[in-house]
């Protein structure tokens, strides 16, 4: 479904994106600015020294972060990099990324200059959508709270403020059930459960994410444990309305069981696809999103998990699928509707290995050697950091990484 055109912020013709992160490792901020700039649009980046983000030459502007400062210094970076860059949006490369912005935001320190908290606010605003509903979407408490009142379907649970209240609920579903801290990423945070005992140590294990959160207690939800198969759907939303997107399943995750995906199989899943724009409508969302869902054994039935209001591999994954996301935020930022594919058809699509990540999961993976591989090939400096090799390495060491061959184009 394409959403209507809407004006540009800054009609220049060239769409201009800024991607801010805070993240070292996560390759999706590291990815997607060629996809960008193949697109047509200027890109900036503003990410830490040492990060993948930081190593990709696909960039027209980028600002570096030392690693050492603190929230305050951060946020002057990313406010200079607007004042220079006028981006038209920005778009957050990690969960980090989005709690500091909105921290400062919605909870500036005192002293700060109104003007400037304004415009930060409404470049958010107009990046991702009502500040509000972000910060609902992004607490998978909330976002629990939020689907139970427009209808959209989740598993059975509970939301704990203590260890009690989440044995409780755990007692009341029946084991085994999945205890879920409000904030998490890549599976942090979540834990299977089949015993009180291992409620009790998954949310004594938890720990408060870093940087700004809401106010009010830490959560965890609590719900009954599904053994369907876990599905992401990378959307880009425009004001509510989802404009294109793509549904993948995971073969093979990383790390751990309750990981993203490292090997993946894309579907048509017109149900799943259905949720997510009722989600994104409730949400008024903009941006690159990333709700998950797991199916229902049997029934099909999505059930919504929780959401990425971010890029995600499967943000910059999805052209390999043959739906361009990059493409289509390019158009829609300069007020076209998008006339490229905008979902799949349904039933089996693709499969993909996704690199680095199945290759750190097994080097000598089945995956790797019958699918084709997602990497960077025409980035080799980003190849290299995310082989943790040099970065004069040549392609010989390349081969030779880890006494490994290398993934297939």
């Known amino acids: 479904m394409s959403a209507d055109a809407a004006p540009t912020p800054a009609a220049r013709g060239v769409p201009r994106v800024l991607v801010a992160t805070l993240a070292v490792d996560y390759t999706a901020p590291a990815r997607l600015p060629w996809e960008l700039q193949q697109a047509g649009c200027r890109v900036a980046v503003l990410a830490p020294a040492g990060s993948l983000a930081a190593r990709t030459p696909h960039v027209d502007r980028r600002t570096v972060a030392t690693g050492d400062e603190t929230l305050g210094a951060w946020t002057a970076l990313f406010d200079r990099e607007v004042d220079a860059f006028d981006p038209d949006v920005v778009l957050p490369g990690d969960d980090a990324a989005i709690r500091a912005l909105l921290g400062v935001a919605l909870e500036p320190p005192p002293g700060s200059d109104a003007a400037t908290v304004a415009r930060r606010a409404a470049l958010l605003s107009r990046s991702l959508g009502p500040l509000d509903r972000l910060v609902a979407s992004i607490d998978k408490t909330r976002l629990f709270e939020l689907a139970r009142s427009i209808g959209l379907a989740a598993a059975d649970g509970g939301i704990a403020t203590s260890t009690g209240e ?7 579903l029946g084991f085994p059930v999945i205890v879920r801290a409000g904030f998490g990423t890549g599976g942090s945070g979540s834990a299977r459960c089949d015993t009180p005992v291992a409620v009790r140590d998954a949310l004594r294990s938890a720990r408060r994410p870093l940087g700004w959160l809401p106010e009010g207690t830490m959560r965890h939800l609590v719900q009954r444990w599904s053994d369907g198969p876990v599905l992401v759907r990378a959307s880009l939303a ?7 997107g793509t549904t993948r399943g995971r073969l093979a995750t990383y790390p751990g069981p309750l990981g993203p995906g490292s090997a993946v199989a894309f579907e048509g899943l017109p149900e799943v696809t259905a949720a997510t724009r009722t989600l994104l409508a409730a949400l008024g969302a903009t941006g690159y999103v990333g709700p998950q869902f797991t199916l229902v054994p049997g029934s099909g039935r999505p059930l919504l ?40 058809p349904p039933g089996p699509g693709p499969r993909l290995a996704l690199f680095p990540q ?3 999961r097994d080097p000598d993976s089945a995956w790797l050697a019958d699918l084709p591989c997602d990497a960077p ?22 081969e030779g990484a880890r006494g490994r061959t290398l993934p297939r184009r």
């Open 166 to 172: 989440a044995i409780e609920i755990a007692e009341r």
């Open 238 to 244: 425009w004001r509510g309305a989802e404009v294109a």
């Open 305 to 344: 998990l929780e959401t990425n209001r971010r890029m995600v591999p499967a943000t910059y994954g999805s052209r390999h699928a043959g739906i361009d996301l990059a493409r289509a935020l390019a158009a829609t930022l300069r007020g076209e509707a998008w006339d490229g594919p905008d979902d799949l």
């Open 358 to 360: 199945e290759w750190y």
């Open 377 to 398: 090939w025409h980035d080799p400096a980003l190849f290299r950091a995310m082989l943790r090799l040099p970065v004069d390495a040549d392609r010989e060491a390349l």
